[in-house]
């Protein structure tokens, strides 16, 4: 089997300080509070906004006092329209002739109380969310139909979604029994003062850069791209710092980083470019 799952934790467990996080608005003391409550959590927004870098931040921040001899705090499973329930759940292997069950990365969540995040949760198969039906309600319960097992949820355990409603078709939305079961935090990129800040820590490159790259982010999702063409994000905003302060110029960086990866439209290239060379120190 291939385990989807990227666990994390290790360092919250080696006493290592919190993944950074920028916070946006009051999400951290939101997630803090649904996560008392055990109430499941979906994180929406668009691709390079900071949903990942959040979960990685709250999930150190909530189990930072666990044992080190605890899973880790946090387990990821990324989705994709192949993911069933068996590879979240997990499986039956053979093992030297004999048949073992294996736990699946949710399964293992659910009995050591880490935060289990599926991202994209909605590219999963219909049968995969069903499973997270008795999870996410105040059963909190986690059926395993191939053992018969019926497994409660570690008392740290919580569910953690994303979904990125733009790219999804509509056919694939998802149901409202499913969606009603969580918290929803809305994520969006930032006012570029706000991302100047994130853009510096992530890179190291100058104030002035920062600001101006920030503000290149802003003025590119003022573009009038149509609604399929994917935003400059926060991380492409990065990765063109990133290069710059390893000696790359700026207008290249930017080409590389930004300008061929948002799409292949020429004329929406050029708009980028024409932007960059306005922005740009
Ligand atoms: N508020 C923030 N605090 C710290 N870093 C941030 C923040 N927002 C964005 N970043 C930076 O942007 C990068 C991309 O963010 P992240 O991977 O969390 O995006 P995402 O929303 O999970 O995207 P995707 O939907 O594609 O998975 C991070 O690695 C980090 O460098
Ligand atoms: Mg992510």
Redesign the pocket.
Known sequence: MTDPAIASGALAQAGASA??????GDEVSLFEAAYAARMPVM?V?????????????MAWRLHAGREASCEPGLITVACHDDLGAADLVGRHLLEDGQTVWVDGPLTRAVRSGALCYL??VVEARRDTIVVIHALTDHRRLLPIERTGELLNAHDDFLLVV?Y?PGYQSVLKDLKPSTRQRFMTLA?DY?PPA??AV??A??SGVDEAMAAALARLGAAARALDTGPEQPAV???L??HAAQLMVRGIDASRACEAAIVRVVGDDETLRQALRDLVEITLP
Do not use: A, M
């Open positions: 993944p950074w996080y920028h916070p946006q994180l927004g668009p691709t390079g906004c900071g949903k990942t870098r959040f979960v990685e931040h991202d994209e994303s990125n994520f930032p706000h991302e994130v853009i820590h992530e994000s926060t991380r905003l990065v």
